[in-house]
Protein backbone atom coordinates (compact mmCIF):
# COMPACT_ATOMS: atom_id res chain seq x y z
CA UNK A 1 0.00 0.00 0.00
CA UNK A 2 1.17 3.56 -0.91
CA UNK A 3 2.15 5.20 2.37
CA UNK A 4 0.95 8.75 3.24
CA UNK A 5 2.01 11.54 5.12
CA UNK A 6 0.31 14.50 6.90
CA UNK A 7 0.68 17.07 9.14
CA UNK A 8 0.66 16.39 12.67
CA UNK A 9 -1.42 19.21 13.53
CA UNK A 10 -3.75 21.89 12.38
CA UNK A 11 -5.53 25.10 13.84
CA UNK A 12 -7.93 27.31 12.77
CA UNK A 13 -11.08 29.15 13.87
CA UNK A 14 -14.38 28.95 13.11
CA UNK A 15 -15.90 30.46 9.97
CA UNK A 16 -12.49 29.86 8.00
CA UNK A 17 -11.53 27.15 5.40
CA UNK A 18 -9.07 24.34 6.47
CA UNK A 19 -7.14 22.33 3.73
CA UNK A 20 -5.10 19.49 4.88
CA UNK A 21 -2.86 17.88 2.36
CA UNK A 22 -1.99 14.19 2.15
CA UNK A 23 1.07 13.03 -0.01
CA UNK A 24 1.31 9.52 -1.33
CA UNK A 25 3.96 9.41 -3.57
CA UNK A 26 3.85 5.90 -3.85
CA UNK A 27 0.58 5.74 -5.03
CA UNK A 28 -0.75 3.10 -7.71
CA UNK A 29 -2.41 3.17 -10.90
CA UNK A 30 -5.81 1.45 -8.94
CA UNK A 31 -5.25 3.39 -5.55
CA UNK A 32 -8.18 5.46 -4.86
CA UNK A 33 -7.98 8.04 -2.39
CA UNK A 34 -9.73 7.77 0.91
CA UNK A 35 -10.36 10.73 3.54
CA UNK A 36 -11.90 9.51 7.03
CA UNK A 37 -12.67 11.56 10.02
CA UNK A 38 -12.47 10.40 13.93
CA UNK A 39 -13.54 12.02 17.09
CA UNK A 40 -12.26 10.94 19.95
CA UNK A 41 -13.53 7.62 21.12
CA UNK A 42 -15.47 7.24 18.29
CA UNK A 43 -14.68 5.28 15.31
CA UNK A 44 -13.70 6.49 12.05
CA UNK A 45 -16.00 8.32 9.88
CA UNK A 46 -15.76 7.92 5.57
CA UNK A 47 -15.88 11.32 4.94
CA UNK A 48 -14.68 11.96 0.77
CA UNK A 49 -13.11 9.46 -1.41
CA UNK A 50 -11.43 10.35 -5.20
CA UNK A 51 -9.76 9.18 -8.02
CA UNK A 52 -8.25 12.16 -9.84
CA UNK A 53 -9.55 15.83 -9.92
CA UNK A 54 -11.96 17.09 -7.69
CA UNK A 55 -14.60 15.56 -5.42
CA UNK A 56 -17.31 17.54 -3.52
CA UNK A 57 -19.99 16.36 -1.13
CA UNK A 58 -22.12 18.32 0.99
CA UNK A 59 -19.23 17.70 3.75
CA UNK A 60 -16.25 18.77 2.10
CA UNK A 61 -14.39 19.14 -0.90
CA UNK A 62 -11.29 17.05 -2.40
CA UNK A 63 -8.72 18.25 -4.80
CA UNK A 64 -6.32 15.89 -6.75
CA UNK A 65 -3.71 16.94 -9.20
CA UNK A 66 -2.28 15.06 -12.62
CA UNK A 67 0.34 13.72 -10.91
CA UNK A 68 -1.68 11.71 -7.81
CA UNK A 69 0.78 12.23 -5.62
CA UNK A 70 -0.92 14.20 -2.93
CA UNK A 71 -4.40 14.99 -1.97
CA UNK A 72 -6.18 17.98 -0.66
CA UNK A 73 -8.99 17.79 2.07
CA UNK A 74 -10.64 20.92 1.85
CA UNK A 75 -13.67 21.66 4.62
CA UNK A 76 -15.61 25.21 4.06
CA UNK A 77 -16.19 27.37 7.26
CA UNK A 78 -15.18 24.38 9.40
CA UNK A 79 -16.96 24.92 13.16
CA UNK A 80 -15.89 23.91 16.46
CA UNK A 81 -17.42 20.55 15.98
CA UNK A 82 -15.15 19.84 12.99
CA UNK A 83 -12.07 19.16 15.85
CA UNK A 84 -11.36 15.78 14.99
CA UNK A 85 -8.20 13.58 13.08
CA UNK A 86 -7.99 13.69 9.62
CA UNK A 87 -6.95 10.37 7.97
CA UNK A 88 -5.71 10.13 4.83
CA UNK A 89 -6.16 6.52 2.99
CA UNK A 90 -4.87 5.20 -0.29
CA UNK A 91 -5.75 2.06 -1.71
CA UNK A 92 -7.14 -0.12 -4.16
CA UNK A 93 -11.00 0.29 -4.29
CA UNK A 94 -12.13 -0.68 -7.27
CA UNK A 95 -10.14 -3.54 -8.96
CA UNK A 96 -10.44 -7.12 -7.73
CA UNK A 97 -7.56 -9.45 -6.02
CA UNK A 98 -7.30 -10.52 -2.50
CA UNK A 99 -6.05 -7.34 -0.59
CA UNK A 100 -8.58 -6.62 1.99
CA UNK A 101 -6.99 -3.90 4.54
CA UNK A 102 -7.47 -0.25 5.48
CA UNK A 103 -4.40 1.08 6.76
CA UNK A 104 -4.34 4.19 8.76
CA UNK A 105 -1.49 6.13 9.11
CA UNK A 106 -0.65 8.96 11.05
CA UNK A 107 -3.58 11.11 10.97
CA UNK A 108 -3.78 15.23 11.12
CA UNK A 109 -5.44 16.68 14.79
CA UNK A 110 -7.22 19.58 13.76
CA UNK A 111 -8.22 21.76 16.37
CA UNK A 112 -10.62 24.79 15.80
CA UNK A 113 -10.78 27.72 18.25
CA UNK A 114 -13.63 30.07 18.69
CA UNK B 1 -29.72 3.17 8.81
CA UNK B 2 -28.55 0.17 10.37
CA UNK B 3 -24.99 0.67 11.33
CA UNK B 4 -22.10 -1.77 12.61
CA UNK B 5 -22.95 -2.79 16.19
CA UNK B 6 -20.22 -4.18 18.27
CA UNK B 7 -21.03 -5.59 21.72
CA UNK B 8 -19.92 -5.15 24.53
CA UNK B 9 -19.23 -1.46 24.38
CA UNK B 10 -17.18 -2.04 27.50
CA UNK B 11 -15.10 -4.71 29.34
CA UNK B 12 -13.34 -5.01 32.30
CA UNK B 13 -10.79 -8.30 32.35
CA UNK B 14 -7.92 -9.11 34.52
CA UNK B 15 -5.15 -10.13 33.42
CA UNK B 16 -4.26 -13.87 31.69
CA UNK B 17 -8.11 -13.49 31.08
CA UNK B 18 -9.72 -14.51 27.93
CA UNK B 19 -12.13 -11.62 26.37
CA UNK B 20 -14.66 -12.00 23.24
CA UNK B 21 -15.80 -8.98 21.11
CA UNK B 22 -18.61 -9.08 18.56
CA UNK B 23 -19.40 -7.50 15.70
CA UNK B 24 -22.24 -7.00 13.66
CA UNK B 25 -21.68 -5.67 10.33
CA UNK B 26 -24.27 -3.33 8.38
CA UNK B 27 -26.46 -5.83 6.50
CA UNK B 28 -25.70 -7.01 3.20
CA UNK B 29 -21.99 -6.12 3.94
CA UNK B 30 -19.32 -9.20 3.50
CA UNK B 31 -16.22 -7.63 4.61
CA UNK B 32 -15.33 -6.73 8.19
CA UNK B 33 -11.91 -4.83 9.45
CA UNK B 34 -10.79 -5.05 13.29
CA UNK B 35 -9.08 -2.78 14.62
CA UNK B 36 -7.02 -1.83 17.76
CA UNK B 37 -6.55 1.92 19.09
CA UNK B 38 -4.54 2.69 22.38
CA UNK B 39 -4.89 6.00 24.14
CA UNK B 40 -3.40 8.65 21.44
CA UNK B 41 -3.07 5.89 18.93
CA UNK B 42 -4.13 5.79 15.98
CA UNK B 43 -6.23 2.78 14.37
CA UNK B 44 -4.12 -0.23 14.26
CA UNK B 45 -5.41 -2.51 11.54
CA UNK B 46 -5.46 -6.26 12.89
CA UNK B 47 -7.47 -8.33 10.53
CA UNK B 48 -9.93 -8.35 7.80
CA UNK B 49 -12.55 -11.33 6.64
CA UNK B 50 -14.34 -11.32 3.29
CA UNK B 51 -17.35 -13.60 2.74
CA UNK B 52 -16.50 -15.65 5.64
CA UNK B 53 -12.30 -16.10 4.82
CA UNK B 54 -9.87 -14.25 6.37
CA UNK B 55 -8.78 -11.80 3.98
CA UNK B 56 -5.50 -9.89 5.43
CA UNK B 57 -3.96 -9.72 8.52
CA UNK B 58 -2.21 -7.20 10.36
CA UNK B 59 -0.48 -6.74 13.56
CA UNK B 60 -2.98 -9.34 15.24
CA UNK B 61 -0.85 -11.02 18.10
CA UNK B 62 -1.06 -14.50 17.74
CA UNK B 63 -2.86 -14.73 20.75
CA UNK B 64 -6.13 -13.09 18.97
CA UNK B 65 -7.82 -14.63 16.70
CA UNK B 66 -11.05 -14.04 14.83
CA UNK B 67 -13.79 -15.43 12.50
CA UNK B 68 -16.18 -14.75 10.27
CA UNK B 69 -19.40 -16.52 10.63
CA UNK B 70 -22.44 -17.94 8.16
CA UNK B 71 -24.59 -14.59 8.84
CA UNK B 72 -21.30 -12.46 8.21
CA UNK B 73 -21.50 -11.46 12.15
CA UNK B 74 -17.82 -11.43 12.94
CA UNK B 75 -16.03 -12.30 16.62
CA UNK B 76 -12.71 -11.29 17.81
CA UNK B 77 -11.09 -13.96 20.58
CA UNK B 78 -8.31 -12.58 22.74
CA UNK B 79 -6.77 -14.96 24.96
CA UNK B 80 -4.06 -14.45 27.93
CA UNK B 81 -4.95 -10.75 28.14
CA UNK B 82 -1.93 -8.50 29.18
CA UNK B 83 -1.98 -5.18 30.35
CA UNK B 84 -1.10 -3.36 27.20
CA UNK B 85 -4.01 -5.03 25.60
CA UNK B 86 -6.15 -2.41 26.67
CA UNK B 87 -7.58 -0.03 24.06
CA UNK B 88 -10.26 0.53 21.94
CA UNK B 89 -11.33 -2.46 19.16
CA UNK B 90 -13.56 -1.23 16.34
CA UNK B 91 -15.22 -3.10 13.81
CA UNK B 92 -16.03 -1.64 10.28
CA UNK B 93 -17.83 -3.30 7.75
CA UNK B 94 -17.95 -2.92 3.87
CA UNK B 95 -19.74 -3.49 0.74
CA UNK B 96 -17.23 -5.41 -1.51
CA UNK B 97 -13.18 -6.57 -0.59
CA UNK B 98 -11.69 -3.47 -1.65
CA UNK B 99 -14.29 -0.57 -1.42
CA UNK B 100 -12.29 1.60 0.81
CA UNK B 101 -15.52 3.41 2.12
CA UNK B 102 -15.96 1.49 5.34
CA UNK B 103 -18.67 1.81 7.89
CA UNK B 104 -17.19 1.72 11.57
CA UNK B 105 -19.03 0.74 15.08
CA UNK B 106 -18.68 2.95 18.47
CA UNK B 107 -15.98 0.49 19.21
CA UNK B 108 -15.58 -2.14 22.68
CA UNK B 109 -13.67 -0.55 25.23
CA UNK B 110 -11.40 -3.05 26.54
CA UNK B 111 -9.23 -2.58 29.68
CA UNK B 112 -7.49 -5.35 31.39
CA UNK B 113 -6.24 -5.03 35.04
Known amino acids: LAKTTQPISMDSYEGQEVNITCSHN???????ITWYQQFPSQGPRFIIQ???TKVTNEVASLFIPADRKSSTLSLPRVSLSDTAVYYC???????????????FGKGTKLSVKP | AAGVIQSPRHLIKEKRETATLKCYPI?????VYWYQQGPGQDPQFLIS???????DKGSIPDRFSAQQFSDYHSELNMSSLELGDSALYFC????????????FGQGTRLTVV
Open chain 2, 49 to 55: FYEKMQS
Open chain 1, 26 to 32: NIATNDY
Open chain 1, 50 to 52: GYK
Open chain 2, 27 to 31: PRHDT
Open chain 1, 89 to 103: LVGDGRSGGSQGNLI
Open chain 2, 92 to 103: ASSLGLRNTEAF
